[in-house]
Structures are given as C-alpha cells and as structure tokens.
Nanobody
C-alpha cells in the first residue's frame, strides 16, 4: 500500500485546511489514521476512521474542530481542519492498518505510513 498525503499549507489562525490521503496498491480495506509531529515533539495521534467509516476517533485537542472522513470508491481519506490554531502546526502523516484499534487516546496497529504534509498556522 502506498499512501500520499496532500493539502497542507500555510494558513492564519482561525482558518481551515483539508488534507487528503490517497491510497494505492491494494484493496482499500484498512483502518486509517492521521498523526502529526511538531518540531521537537513526538508524533501524536490526531484522528482515525474505521474501514466502513462507521467509527471515528479524535484526540481531545482536535475534537469539535477536525473531521475525518473517507471515500472508499476513491481510496481516499480526508481530514477537514477548522478553527486552526498555531499549536496545530506540524507535519501531518496518514497511515493505514489492517488490524488497527483505538485505545485510550491513541490509535494502534498501523502497517503503512505516507510521507507527511506540512501544516503551518500563523498567529
């Protein structure tokens, strides 16, 4: 599976961006997640969605502002980010897992990772 993230950029605080993650190479039947890593910090979970799209999970820091969704016909997962804050500045990565799960604020079991896309929020 190859994952290609796109949609990052520079935005002012309060603005919006939509990230996309296009998957290719195999049947699109994975749980998908978005993670981010800010300079000098460890990578952290942002949001995840089950294969069917019926279950979604969010980090507390983005609940109510970010929305994850997927279009299996297009093999694409999206992350709509609204009310962006400077603290959201990071490289955002998408990931896929065949047997992934959510537990206590994190998402586990990712088998494939894409290259990141930079999101910068100016104050």
């Amino acid at each position: 599976v190859q994952l290609q993230a796109s949609g990052g950029g520079l935005v002012q605080a309060g603005g919006s961006l939509r990230l996309s993650c296009a998957a290719s190479g195999r049947t699109f039947s994975y749980g998908m997640g978005w993670f981010r890593q800010a300079p000098g910090k460890e990578r952290e979970f942002v949001a995840a969605i089950s294969w069917s799209g019926g279950s979604t999970y969010y980090a507390d820091s983005v609940k109510g502002r970010f929305t994850i969704s997927r279009d299996n016909a297009k093999n694409t997962v999206y992350l709509q980010m609204n009310s962006l804050e400077p603290e959201d500045t990071a490289v955002y990565y998408c990931a896929a897992g065949t047997n992934s799960w959510y537990y206590e604020g994190d998402y586990y079991g990712m088998d494939y990772w894409g290259k990141g896309t930079q999101v910068t929020v100016s104050s």
